[in-house]
């Protein structure tokens, strides 16, 4: 695997952060913990439950997938199923939590069903693009 980073491309170091960094980073997480805050008073427990959870289900579980594909990236294939997938998975869990009234956060569990369907679409043999 080619590991050549673009000219324009750099790494992350938070032990090396210059001033200007700090000064996009600080007010863009105060920012977001102030819409948190903000969000907490207007809303109530059910939907931090059920939107906070399909939104950290999902980045898990597709982080989890595209970790495992990693060898995958470079085919345009592998981004159409996926991204075909993501709209699936998305459309049939919004639609699903709309219409539930009460929903626990260890029903996500279903989620990790999905799972090996993903990767075996994606470990499939594919024609050379």
């Given amino acids: 695997m080619n590991s050549r980073r673009s000219e324009t491309a750099r ?3 938070p032990n090396n952060l210059k001033a200007r960094d700090v000064l996009v980073l600080v007010p863009l997480i105060v920012g977001i913990l ?3 805050v903000i969000f907490a008073f207007q809303v109530g427990d059910v939907v931090y439950i059920k939107w906070g959870g399909l939104g ?3 980045a898990t579980l597709f982080g989890f997938l595209l970790y495992h594909s990693r060898e995958q990236f470079k085919s345009k294939s592998f981004w159409i ?3 075909c997938f993501l709209a699936l998975h ?3 869990w919004i639609a699903l939590l709309t219409f539930v009234d009460e929903w626990r956060l260890a029903w996500f569990g279903v ?3 999905e799972a090996p369907t993903f ?3 994606s470990k499939r043999p ?3 693009e």
Avoid: E
């Fill in 90 to 92: 998305l459309t049939t």
């Fill in 126 to 128: 594919s024609h050379p």
């Fill in 111 to 113: 989620m990790a069903l």
């Fill in 56 to 58: 950290i289900n999902t």
């Fill in 34 to 36: 102030i819409c948190f």
């Fill in 11 to 13: 790494a992350f170091d």
């Fill in 81 to 83: 199923v996926g991204g």
């Fill in 119 to 121: 990767l075996y679409l």
